[in-house]
């Protein structure tokens, strides 16, 4: 009657592959919609556009493109993979990238450009990543020693970055005549190694190699190490993780960290990539703090799924791009994205409702429902 | 099997999870205005026969009548309105609502736009009078006793007009007295009409309150009986498949020095201020097991979280070993202790991890589980499980690899008490260790406690059930209102004689 415990066949993994798909559709549609509504006839063009862009229309050498928008959304995206598993709500990433990215262009002009040439680079990424884990660990200390909701404390946090990165920024590096920041020095860029030949794209380096490397490494905590075993523990069940004698404060300031950590990187790698971005001189938050949720979600906070999230989300900004081309403005183009990448943060939301319509009765069981009435 | 005066019919019920078969071909028919008992070991699939008619399963084989029509139960909502109603092992009421708004909650009442409290005030009333219900219809949820939230579980369902009532191990989490009350308001609700399906793992109950019980065993029905007439031997035959005894065989203790003392502990309640263990002191000796009795609510359950360092302690001390661990972390209790915790899902397991990680939940960052890199060694905890799987009887759909969530109740507990008492710690603790348990497991699990205490280690354990204590105790420790009324020999006292001193009618003078 009972067979012999045999690699368990887990119905949640396939629910959350199920959940993303169905959610990415659903955005897609409404994308759609919204294109046909705007201009009725060159809405199927530009739609495909999005669809097939990413590698369709610029030939292979948008894979370059591609690698360079889903590098820090990787980053973030994994931090949040890591912060949610313990059950951490960092929603801070926008602040957390903002800074890691000030602090990499502030090291490389200041300090690191007279270096040779790992420590050029390699010392702006480190400090990017202090920086940010930093940045998060005061909301971290406030949530473990005061007991302050880490959701609200983030998200101030990150309001308190806006203001004061602008403010930083024309202390230190600020290009008055183009509003924005000062460019990075040449050798204190990422090494571009085999990446341009590889891609195609003259601005390609190794930004993605390492963002993919970080996604292995979190990846490998969680799963394998007993740092992850009380992490997950702690996310799952604080009270029962608090009877094993796992110090609760002290995994939620390590998670936070790490996780402030990765998006100080995810800020760092953009920054210092040969595409030339720049901080300019707006009061706003970085995007890329925000789709992390949206990556996290797609890939049910697995970290390597999360390197499937980012490159698809990627994908679309790449083709959203190309939607110009049919006159479409750049607005609408962010405003269809970012449809599509909000939607995708509904996968979760979606995972309950398909467990409840498909699979009744298999996954759900007293005590779930008993935790959702309450 | 057919009958028309059967107002439920299983016909060929199968349900099956993944790697078991929970409910194997059952065909059961209840009568009308009927209480009839499930009987089974753990895991047998008693939950999942009555979550099927409660719709929140849906059998893969077999069909469901009521009242001679066949009907497809596919969610809760159309349950209740076959008028059909469940009160779940763990409660599912809002904490901070008043049991008034628990009762109606979905269901309220209206004038105009606005909720009318009043009519449904007066019905509820009115039926907690008919059945003998006693409620405080506005007090809060948090501030009642498990016996009162569970009289607003009943009062929810005949509020919904509920003709059939589902038990589910109604009695395992309630105080002897509290159990006479919920029988004889059984009886009542029976009387009046309505029928009641009881899961229950003590056939006494089964046998004061049932007119039949059927039988389960590993998911089939192995027979259905009177329950007034059949011996309690033979049901517990029927279900294990072999004779079980329900009295602990055990040899005199030979008690030797103080592995855990106390001394005058005192802890107060944060929101009233009121001293809910106050000026305890006690000790417990190697070799010997000590166990607290007490109506649930007069200290017990803080007295041991104070001792094991999940709450605060006010005043006074907890010695182990003659080292002072007032101080000390939770981590380095453990090491010297096992709990067995009062409330096993938000304590004793994380749900959602499989079994073998939670029966590591104390090991995992000792040598062997874990490499000095900080690797797990997932051989070792596949190794561990397996040997306290097989060792405890810890059954399951997909063995190790089953998430906790996914557990029958009683086997939640198994998986519990194996990881701590196979934790061999000087000092055992163990809360209402067999909570759930059926009457196999329980004898199992009393030997292995009785073994520890002959090897050596101290026992203090804690249960509402007069006969474990009776029947398990070296000595015990009596707590009313917080403090210890006295400290009692089983074999020198009756039943009678502990129930007075858990009432605080009669008081040991104090020893100077
Ligand atoms: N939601 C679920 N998913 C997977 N397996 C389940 C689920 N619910 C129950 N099972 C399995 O089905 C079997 C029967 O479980 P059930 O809860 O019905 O037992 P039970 O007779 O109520 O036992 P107990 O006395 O321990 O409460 C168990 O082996 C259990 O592991
Ligand atoms: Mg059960």
């Known amino acids: 009657m009972s067979v012999k415990p045999k690699k368990s066949f887990d119905i949640n993994k396939y629910t959350g592959l199920l959940a993303s798909l169905i959610a990415i559709v659903c955005g897609l549609l409404i994308a759609f919609i919204i294109l046909m509504l705007t201009n009725p006839a060159k809405g199927l063009d530009a739609f495909m556009t999005i669809i097939t862009g990413g590698l369709g229309m610029g030939g292979f050498k948008n894979i370059g493109t591609l690698l360079f928008f889903a590098t820090p959304i990787l980053c973030t995206g994994v931090a949040m993979c890591l912060a949610f598993q313990a059950g951490v709500f960092n929603i801070g990433g926008p602040g957390q990238f903002s800074i890691g990215a000030f602090v990499a262009i502030v090291t490389s002009l200041y300090f690191s450009k007279d270096l040779p040439a790992p420590l050029s680079w390699m010392i702006p990424v480190l400090a990017a990543m202090v920086a940010g884990a930093l940045w998060a660990l005061i909301p971290g200390i406030l949530r473990a020693y005061f007991n302050v909701n880490i959701v609200i404390s983030t998200v101030m946090f990150n309001y308190i970055e806006m203001y004061y990165i602008l403010h930083w920024i024309s202390l230190t590096c600020y290009d008055a005549l183009k509003g924005q920041t000062r460019p990075v020095p040449a050798n204190c860029k990422l090494p571009q190694l085999f990446m341009p030949a590889l891609t195609q794209n003259k601005a390609s380096d190794i930004g993605i190699l390492i963002a993919i490397i970080a996604a292995i490494i979190v990846w490998v905590i969680l799963e394998k190490t007993k740092l992850g075993y009380e992490l997950k523990a702690c996310g799952k069940n604080p009270d029962a993780t608090r009877y094993a004698g796992i110090k609760s404060k002290r995994t939620i300031l390590i998670s936070i960290l790490i996780s402030g950590a990765l998006c100080g990187l995810g800020g760092a790698l953009y920054h210092l990539s040969w595409s030339g971005v720049y901080i300019t001189f707006k009061l706003g938050s970085a995007p890329e703090g925000f789709t992390g949720i949206a990556v996290a979600c797609l890939a049910n906070n697995n970290p390597l799924g999360a390197i499937f999230g980012a490159s698809f989300l990627a994908y679309l900004t790449v083709g959203g791009n190309y939607m110009q081309i049919f006159g479409f403005q750049k607005e609408i183009v962010s405003i269809i994205t970012s449809i599509i990448i909000y939607f995708s943060a509904f996968s979760l939301f979606m995972r309950h409702g398909i467990e409840r319509l498909l699979l009744k009765g298999k996954t759900k069981d007293a005590n779930e429902l008993e935790e959702e009435n309450t | ?512």
């Open chain 2, 1 to 512: 099997m057919t009958n028309s005066e059967n107002i439920i019919e299983f016909r060929h019920i199968t349900k099956k999870f993944p790697g078991i078969i929970a409910c194997n071909d059952i065909s059961l028919g209840i009568r009308k205005g009927e209480i009839h008992a499930l009987l089974g070991e753990n895991g047998a699939g008693k939950s999942t026969l009555m979550s099927v008619l409660f719709g929140m399963y849906t059998p893969e084989e077999g069909t469901i009548s009521i009242r001679g029509k066949e009907v497809k139960v596919t969610n809760p909502r159309v349950a209740t309105e076959l008028g059909i109603g469940m009160v779940h092992q763990h409660f599912k009421l809002v904490q901070n609502y008043t049991v008034l708004q628990n009762i109606i909650l979905g269901e309220e009442t209206v004038k105009g736009p606005f909720l009318d409290m009043d009519i449904a005030r007066k019905e509820v009333v009115e039926l907690s009078q008919k059945y003998g219900l006693a409620i405080e219809p506005d007090e809060l949820i948090s501030n009642i006793t498990v016996g009162q939230q569970q009289r607003c579980e009943i009062l929810k369902m005949l509020y919904r007009k509920a003709e059939i009532l589902i038990f589910d191990e109604p009695t395992a989490v309630l105080t002897p007295q509290e159990i006479d009350e919920l029988m004889g308001i059984m009886k009542g609700l029976a009387k009046e009409g309505h029928t009641i399906l009881f899961i229950s793992h003590k056939l006494d109950e089964i046998k004061l309150v049932a007119d039949r019980v059927s039988i389960l065993r590993r998911g089939k029905l192995v027979a259905t009986l009177d329950a007034v007439s059949t011996t309690k031997e033979k049901m517990g035959e029927l279900m294990v498949g072999k004779e079980v005894s329900f009295h602990v065989e055990k040899e005199p203790a030979q008690p030797k020095e103080d592995v855990l003392k106390v001394e005058n502990l005192t802890i107060i309640n944060n929101e009233t201020k009121k001293k809910v263990v106050n000026d305890v002191s006690f000790s417990v000796r190697k070799g010997e097991i000590v166990v607290i009795a007490g109506i649930d609510g007069n200290g017990q359950s803080e007295l041991i979280y104070g001792i094991t360092g999940l709450m605060p302690i006010n005043e006074g001390k907890v010695l182990v070993n003659g080292e002072d661990y007032t101080k000390k972390s939770v981590r380095e209790r453990n090491m010297i202790l096992s709990h067995i915790p009062e409330d096993r899902h938000k304590y004793g397991l994380i749900l959602d991890y499989p079994l073998s990680y939670n029966l590591a939940l104390k090991n995992y960052f000792k040598k062997g589980f874990v490499n000095k890199s900080g690797f797990l060694n997932f051989n070792k905890f596949n190794e561990y499980a397996d040997e306290l799987i097989n060792k405890f009887d810890i059954r399951s759909g997909q063995g190790r690899t089953t998430m906790a969530r996914s557990m029958s109740g009683g086997n939640q507990q198994k998986a519990i008490v194996a990881r701590e008492i196979d934790q061999d710690s000087d000092l055992l603790i163990a809360v209402q260790p067999t909570r759930g348990l059926d009457v196999g497991a329980i004898e199992y699990i009393h030997k292995q406690i009785v073994t520890q205490r002959d090897k050596d280690k101290a026992v203090l354990m804690m249960s509402f059930e007069l006969d474990e204590v009776m029947d398990v105790a070296d000595r015990i420790i009596v707590m009313f209102e917080g403090e210890i009324m006295g400290t009692l020999d089983p074999k020198k006292v009756t039943v009678e004689e502990v129930g007075l001193y858990m009432a605080g009618v009669k008081r040991e003078e104090k020893k100077v």
